[in-house]
């Protein structure tokens, strides 16, 4: 008789197995959201296929195409996604189809229609989708889907590959970030500040080769501040004296010490909101909650009552504690000292945000345990992002018009590259034709009379280039694989950090240049 299955662990899942490399990024909740997601594509040239790739194969939920074209020659022979056997066919459909085929995992749609069709006759099929898309459309439906996602609140991402340029710009109403991954992250260990727990094993542990280097620090900045209990090493002579002490300390090569002197630079800071989170803290939207209000904006304001009432001005312990050589008992108990209090923490700020959903007469199951101790512990790096409107950009000026100018100013700035895709787009619109498909020298010309008349109305001076001019006709409007398959990578990256709710999104437009390998972000 043979013996039963044992079920896989989660750890050791087909799925984990799969997806174990982005989840060591944005972790299982990252996973999930992504998973639960629905990604529209307006579009399906070489630059939509490749942003689709690369959500397709991490595993986004679904994927819609609206095209309402069929493929051509020219599609074949920029588009890797398509080939000779789809010539003819429903461009929508065939790039679905293959598209699937690197995940079956994946759930593929395609709507044979025009985008301004389904604007003026279908405006709400946009709502069901966590993020729009859209690649190569004229500016007047750039206007209208702009209008019309921003009523939505769904976030646009509006890109496109002419040639050896290519843009991304990202539009979001509001964009809350809980975990942003800053590169170089405070340490928030409350040495300079112990709650009692910590402060009472800190000073009852000798100082020994065996204990982690944040009980040495402690005990000779004891020492180092003498009374004045509120003297903590900001300056480099002050952190310099505390080293030293340290050092004369070591009787052999003893590596906690050796960690200890290190850490002096970073370990007596953190706890406090900074001026990023306080902007948070005193947003309107966190005074002001409604039953509208978002998860994010009632979890701000519970934070805020436990730094008023509990906290008394200090943020929840995070609880991570980072690596340090010591005996593992040591090191274990100071853990646990650590993940208690932020347990003991996050468990006020919880009971708060139930407080909250009550008042507000919101289910209490909206906000777990789980979704307070994650936001206790990315608190002092929360970030909100408030976007600008796409048609707003192109029909009332509102770009930064000294940024542009003084952008304009530096050698060999990107910014030139918005403003003759401003121009290609407007050209489109006014000739019905992409420039240069037929007459590069005359249409260098009009390029050229429409990127100065952009110029003037938006109050700069800055003379615009011949030779870009030039360069934006000779293209065409032909896109190029390798150059949209960068893009397309980037853009991608954006449509997941807007899905997990993780890293910093661009803010708000990037700018490539294959001419000479560079990129730029420019908020406009």
Same mark, same amino acid.
């Given at each position: 008789m043979s013996s039963p299955a044992i079920p896989k662990s989660p750890e050791l899942s087909d799925k984990n197995k799969k997806y174990d490399r982005q989840i060591r990024l944005w972790g299982e909740r990252g996973q999930t959201l992504l998973e639960g997601a629905q990604v529209c594509l307006i579009n399906v040239n070489a630059l939509g296929t490749e942003v689709l790739k690369g959500i397709v194969l991490p595993g986004v939920g679904g994927f819609t195409? @609206?095209?309402?074209?069929? &493929?051509? /020659?020219?599609?074949i022979g920029c588009n890797f996604f398509l080939d000779q056997s789809s010539l003819g066919l429903s461009r929508a459909k065939a790039a679905m189809q293959l598209l699937q085929e690197l995940n079956p995992d994946v759930r593929g749609d395609y709507v044979d229609e025009s985008v301004e069709y389904l604007l003026q006759n279908n405006p709400d099929f946009f709502r069901a989708f966590s993020v729009v898309v859209a690649s190569s459309i004229k500016e007047t439906t750039i206007i209208a889907l702009s209008e019309k996602l921003w009523e939505l609140e769904v976030p646009f991402i509006f890109c496109r590959s002419v040639g050896f340029i290519s843009t991304a710009r990202l539009q979001v109403k509001e964009h809350c970030v809980v975990e942003s991954h800053p590169d170089n992250k405070q340490k928030d260990l409350r040495l300079h500040h112990p709650f009692p727990s910590l402060k009472e094993h800190l000073e009852s542990s000798d100082i020994s080769f065996k204990v982690p280097w944040l009980c040495v620090l402690y005990k000779y900045w004891l020492k180092w501040r003498g009374n004045d209990e509120t003297k903590i090493p900001k300056t480099y002579k002050e952190k310099l004296e505390l080293k030293k002490l340290i050092q004369s300390g070591m009787t052999k090569d003893e590596e906690n010490y050796?960690?200890? @002197? &290190?850490?002096? #630079? !970073?370990?007596?800071?953190?706890?406090?909101? %900074? /001026?990023? =989170?306080?902007?948070? =803290?005193?947003?309107?939207?966190?005074?002001?909650?409604?039953?509208?209000?978002?998860?994010?904006?009632?979890? &701000?304001? !519970?934070?805020?009552?436990?730094? #008023?009432?509990?906290? /008394?001005?200090?943020?929840? @312990?995070?609880?991570?504690?980072?690596d340090m050589t010591a005996e593992t008992?040591?090191?274990?108990?100071?853990?646990?000292?650590?993940?208690?209090?932020? #347990?003991? +923490?996050? !468990?006020? @700020?919880?009971?708060?945000?139930?407080?909250?959903?009550? %008042?507000? #007469?919101?289910? !209490? +199951?909206?906000?777990?345990?789980? +979704? &307070?101790?994650?936001?206790?512990?990315?608190a002092a790096t929360i970030s909100l992002i408030r976007g600008t409107k796409i048609a707003d950009e192109y029909e009332k000026c509102t770009q930064n018009t000294h940024s542009i100018a003084s952008e304009l100013e530096m050698p060999n700035s990107l910014m030139e590259y918005y403003v003759v895709l401003r121009a290609f787009d407007r050209f489109q619109s006014e000739h019905g034709g992409v420039p240069g498909e037929c007459h590069i020298e005359a249409d260098t010309a009009r390029i050229k009379s429409i990127a100065n008349k952009l110029l003037s109305d938006w109050g700069v001076t800055h003379p615009f280039s011949d030779e870009l001019a030039h360069e934006i006709c000779r293209y065409g409007g032909t896109e190029i694989h390798s150059v949209s398959a960068f893009m397309g990578g980037c853009v991608a990256q954006e449509v997941i950090k807007m899905i997990t709710q993780q890293y910093q999104p661009v803010n708000n437009t990037l700018i490539y240049s294959a001419i000479t390998s560079s990129t730029a972000t420019f908020q406009m």
């Open positions: 195409i @609206v095209d309402a074209g069929i &493929v051509t /020659d020219e599609d050796e960690e200890a @002197v &290190v850490a002096v #630079n !970073s370990s007596f800071a953190g706890g406090r909101p %900074t /001026d990023n =989170l306080q902007k948070i =803290l005193d947003d309107e939207s966190c005074n002001n909650l409604t039953k509208q209000s978002k998860l994010f904006w009632i979890l &701000v304001r !519970s934070l805020k009552d436990f730094l #008023n009432a509990d906290g /008394d001005g200090w943020l929840p @312990v995070p609880g991570v504690l980072p008992a040591h090191y274990i108990n100071l853990q646990n000292i650590y993940r208690s209090q932020a #347990n003991h +923490d996050a !468990s006020l @700020v919880y009971h708060r945000a139930q407080n909250h959903l009550k %008042t507000l #007469n919101l289910s !209490s +199951d909206l906000i777990t345990e789980s +979704d &307070v101790k994650l936001f206790c512990r990315e």
